[in-house]
């Protein structure tokens, strides 16, 4: 319970979930895979319910607590939301953390989560008094989606509060699918097919057990994200672009998909490694480039590629429940920073598509000033772009759902 509060409490000072969870790890070398579960699990459920957790913690405080307190009563109201039947069990723990931490507060913790369980028939109400608490997201979240989506915007809400699904991509270079599903099923792993090559699990497990995964047969990558390669759908012998490529998945499949000519931009040289090192997981071939995309002369030789894939840096409002941090880190105002930075980028790649090419403009957003609406702008300043319907409509908005995560997509074709 200790760890899962130090998580949260770092992002409450503004820190990254999954960077705060790596660093962690790093630490701990000697994690068996059900610790590491299950210290995740209790930190990103307590972040999903961020704002409930407050609302109840609010009712029950006179003042304020340190950070590392207030993360462990929120990790403790999670748990106790959780499992209502080990209450006390739940509360010990949170005691004895707090003896760990920071030993004087050990009394106002075990106060506090007391006070909260005599008064448990009051959390419904207390969550229920105001939209941030109700929906557990932000204000400026809640309205920027009710305003682009009026009639699907709670079910929305609801769907980024859910555990994400986990999909695999079979690499069809190494595995059939019928195969993969066959391993599967013979390590107890109970999975359905979704595509050409795309498994659904029916429950999440570490990546440890998943027969095949060493040997390169199989990558995780969501549903929607493996959608990418199928819509910019390259052919043997293209020259092909991806932009934003780390951590590789795309490029994997991308490559997975055609024998092309791969060239790969990532700005973090770190990220750029990981890149790498999944491509050479799974045999695969591509040149790596750390370089900005949107700095031409550091990178383009002149040669114009036949499919770009732009799979831009955005909000990630799309993936909130795999990433629930960025419900709390993110600010409304860094939504036209983001598309100001998508604009740049789009606009700098479109000079190196050769005429008659495709680039493939992608965000795991679900705001539309980063989406249609971003588009809609480039069209305007581009008259040789035109856009190439997906199946039957001009772009494609994927919400997130029981099989994928959050997505959008737009197909842009340079007129010859």
């Not at 499992?83 to 509360?91: F, G, K, S």
């Not at 370089?291 to 030789?301: G, I, K, V």
Request: neutral net charge.
């Amino acid at each position: 319970m200790l760890c899962a509060a130090e998580l949260v409490a770092c992002v409450i000072d503004g820190s990254n979930l999954t960077d705060s969870f790596e660093r962690m790890l790093d630490a701990r070398p000697g994690w068996p895979d059900a610790t590491r579960g299950a210290v995740r699990d209790l930190a990103w459920s307590t972040l999903r319910d961020f704002g409930r957790g407050d609302a109840v913690l609010d009712r029950l405080l006179h003042s304020p607590p340190p950070t590392l307190i207030r993360a462990l009563l929120l990790v403790a109201i999670q748990r106790l939301r959780q499992r209502p039947e080990h209450a006390h069990t739940v509360v010990d723990q949170a005691v004895q953390a707090a003896a760990t931490a920071m030993p004087g507060l050990k009394g106002m913790v075990n106060g506090v989560l007391r006070n909260a369980l005599r008064q448990q028939s009051e959390w419904a109400s207390w969550i229920g008094a105001n939209p941030v608490s109700a929906q557990a997201y932000p204000a400026w979240w809640i309205e920027r989606v009710r305003a682009g989506m009026p009639e699907q915007w709670e079910a929305l809400l609801a769907a980024g509060n859910q555990r994400p699904p986990m999909a695999l991509r079979v690499n069809r270079r190494r595995c059939t699918l019928e195969a993969a599903l066959a391993e599967l099923a013979a390590a107890g792993i109970e999975a359905k097919r979704l595509g050409d090559a795309t498994l659904l699990l029916a429950q999440p497990v570490a990546v440890a057990r998943l027969p095949g995964y060493a040997e390169g047969r199989l990558s995780v990558q969501d549903a929607g994200a493996q959608q990418a390669a199928r819509l910019l759908a390259p052919r043997d012998g293209e020259r092909v672009l991806d932009a934003c490529a780390a951590p590789g998945g795309k490029t994997a499949h991308l490559l997975e998909s055609a024998d092309v000519e791969l060239l790969a931009l990532e700005l973090d040289p770190r990220r750029a490694q990981r890149i790498r090192a999944n491509l050479d997981r799974l045999g695969l071939q591509a040149e790596i480039r750390v370089a900005d995309c949107c700095d031409l002369r550091s990178w383009w030789d002149g040669r114009p590629f036949d499919r770009i894939l732009a799979d831009v840096p955005c909000s990630a409002s799309g993936v909130v429940r795999r990433h629930p941090d960025i419900k709390w880190l993110r600010r409304d105002e860094d939504i036209a920073g983001f598309a100001t930075q998508q604009r740049r980028i789009v606009d700098a790649l479109w000079q190196t598509l050769a005429p008659g090419g495709t680039m493939l403009y992608v965000t795991c957003s679900v705001f539309e000033q980063e989406n249609a609406a971003q588009i809609a702008r480039f069209l305007d300043r581009h008259a040789d772009a035109e856009c190439v319907p997906i199946d039957a409509s001009p772009d494609c908005q994927l919400l997130p759902d029981a099989e994928h995560d959050g997505f959008y997509f737009a197909r842009l074709r340079k007129q010859a």
